[in-house]
């Protein structure tokens, strides 16, 4: 189905010639013929644009009822009779700009509500929404066009850059962010690293945590994911990265841009990802090491040395793809020769 209505009410209809230039993509038909929104391949109507993602989904891509779709030039062929191709060589992509046609990220348009507790010292834009129960700090500086929703805390001294979003129950401290952050539901950014050292009696005493946490333009935190502030010097993450629900990013980590750091991961302090880092879910990485640029991380691993710029690392302790799946066949091969040998015996 498309966009639910209820919660995602669609700018439409909207001109062909608009949504080309958004996309930047090609087609040949009435550059004011309208659309109404976007749909799944398999139930998108006459009037509503679909896409296709990869070569398994052909088959609906025949029996398609969208207005138009949009694919790779070759794929065109395969398209019903009355259907519009949108060609592009990157399909996800020029989707996912049509889509923003019809749905764009909201902006704050100066709403502030009675219920807010708002420090008369904070900077706020005349164009932030600030919702209700929200609380923003002393000195706080907040940009034009931000979203603080409902219970959302903004500690003294944040700044958050232009058209940023914090989500309800989010919370944010010690940080300096860019433009255009986003801080889902229940997110913890610049709360005190797990940092302490032990007396002899056997207690522990927190060592002082007092550095920031910088976020770059365009991050995004998900839901109940935590980013510590720095111990001494700060915790950063680069712009455009993307950390997904229920990660943790300990004191004085440095993410560069355009890492994706997937559910579950935990990063101990002071570790090092270069830029277009991928971690896959479940991923534990060790304290003080670094990750090369580009590397990836396969889901559940554990990284306890350096990482080369590039490498395709899996398993627990992490080692490079091939010599993992090596390992793994020849495990294979002893467990069923060693089966075999147990049969003939019992024979």
């Not at 993602?53 to 030039?73: D, M, P, Y």
């Not at 129950?169 to 032990?198: D, K, M, Q, Y």
Request: proline share 6%.
């Amino acid at each position: 189905m498309a966009a639910h209505p209820r919660f995602f009410p669609g700018q439409g209809p909207q001109p062909l010639a608009a949504l080309l230039a958004a996309a930047e993509a090609q087609a040949e038909g009435d550059a004011e013929r309208r659309f109404s929104g976007v749909a799944a391949l398999a139930e998108a109507g006459p009037d509503e644009i679909a896409y296709l993602e990869t070569a398994k989904h052909r088959e609906a891509l025949s029996a398609t009822r969208a207005g138009a779709v949009v694919l790779r030039e070759g794929e065109a062929a395969l398209l019903p009779p009355g259907c519009l191709g949108i060609i592009s060589a990157m399909p996800a992509l020029a989707f996912a700009r049509i889509a923003a046609v019809f749905h764009p990220s909201p902006r704050g348009m100066g709403q502030r509500h009675a219920a807010a507790a708002i420090d008369p010292s904070a900077q706020i834009d005349p164009s932030a929404d600030i919702g209700p129960f929200a609380v923003i700090g002393a000195a706080a500086e907040i940009g034009a066009g931000c979203i603080i929703h409902a219970h959302a805390v903004v500690g003294p001294g944040v700044v958050l850059g232009e058209n940023c979003t914090i989500h309800p129950h989010a919370s944010i401290s010690n940080a300096i962010c860019g433009r255009g952050v986003v801080l889902h539901a229940g997110a913890r950014v610049g709360n005190e690293g797990f940092g302490f050292t032990p007396t002899p009696q056997g207690r522990f005493v927190t060592m002082p945590q007092l550095g920031a946490v910088l976020l770059g333009d365009e991050v995004e935190v998900g839901a109940n994911a935590c980013i510590d502030r720095g111990a001494l010097g700060d915790t950063v993450v680069g712009r455009a990265t993307r950390i997904d629900n229920l990660a943790q990013l300990g004191h004085n980590v440095r993410l560069g841009q355009g890492c994706v750091v997937v559910a579950q991961v935990g990063i101990s302090g002071s570790a090092v990802l270069g830029d277009w880092v991928q971690v896959a879910g479940q991923v534990g990485i060790a304290g003080h090491l670094h990750i090369g640029d580009r590397a990836r991380i396969g889901a559940q691993s554990g990284v306890i040395r350096d990482v080369e710029p590039g490498a395709d690392m899996l398993g627990s302790p992490a080692l490079p793809v091939r010599v993992k799946m090596r390992e793994i066949a020849t495990v294979q091969r002893l467990a069923a020769a060693g089966l075999k040998t147990m049969s003939k015996k019992d024979n």
